[in-house]
């Protein structure tokens, strides 16, 4: 079955910060460009970031720009959002999903709550 | 950034009706790069329609996506129980890419 899964969601103090993983199954990771995406409570979607499938070509929406960092370890099959600088309006849950623009794919995904 | 605008905001039907939704760019978008997806509550959203008008696999042929330029449309034909959700249209043809504020579908 074709699945993401991501991890390391949890409250955290305004500067402070979290890292995020995201490991997928069910299919060939390293033939996917792939992305993250938020929602903030009751908000709608925002797209954050996506990443190249080599990891050779990553962009962000400029509200995270300097702040968050794209990765992927095609080995391990897993992407990463490392977040720092975090701000109260970084509340979300977080989505990987499959595709660099369109998600036909998506986790389940992870709280982040930025309060002090 | 291209801003997208959804219409309406809430749309009040009855199962079997005709679901009609527009997604409005702020400026083109480049080769008709317009996704819709579905989200229930607490749910994760579902990938419907891409390329403005192409089905994802498995997604029922009562949906269909249309438009080109800054206008696109997301029909429902007859509306079945599982289709009373919030839609999002997205924009996929500019970075940075963008979805709209959602169409909530609910049931009359």
């Known amino acids: 079955e074709v699945q993401l899964a991501e991890s390391g969601g949890g409250l955290v103090q305004p500067g402070g910060s979290l890292r995020l993983s995201c490991t997928a199954s069910?299919?060939?990771?390293?033939?996917?460009?792939m992305m993250w995406v938020r929602q903030a409570p009751g908000k709608g979607l925002e797209w954050v970031a996506n990443i190249k499938e080599d990891g050779s070509e990553k962009y962000y929406v400029d509200s995270v720009k300097g702040r968050f960092t794209i990765s992927r370890d095609n080995a391990k099959r897993s992407l990463d959002l490392q977040m720092n600088s975090l701000r109260a309006d970084d509340t979300a849950v977080y989505y990987c999903?499959?595709?660099?623009?369109?998600?036909?794919?998506w986790g389940q995904g992870a709280t982040v709550t930025v309060s002090s | 950034e291209i801003v997208l605008t959804q219409s309406p905001g809430t749309l009040s039907l009855s199962p079997g009706e005709r679901a009609t939704l527009t997604c409005r760019a702020s400026?083109?978008?480049?080769?008709?790069?317009v996704a819709w997806y579905q989200q229930k509550p607490g749910r994760v959203p579902r990938l419907l329609i891409y390329?403005?008008?192409s089905r994802d696999t498995g997604i029922p042929d009562r949906f269909s996506g249309s438009g080109s330029g800054t206008d696109f449309t997301l029909t429902i034909s007859r509306l079945e129980p599982e289709d009373f959700a919030v839609y999002y249209c997205e924009q996929y043809g500019s970075s940075p890419f963008t979805f709209g504020p959602g169409t909530k579908v609910d049931i009359k």
């Open positions: 400026q083109t978008v480049s080769s008709d790069y």
């Open positions: 999903a499959r595709g660099g623009s369109v998600g036909d794919i």
């Open positions: 390329g403005a008008s």
């Open positions: 069910g299919f060939t990771f390293s033939n996917y460009w």
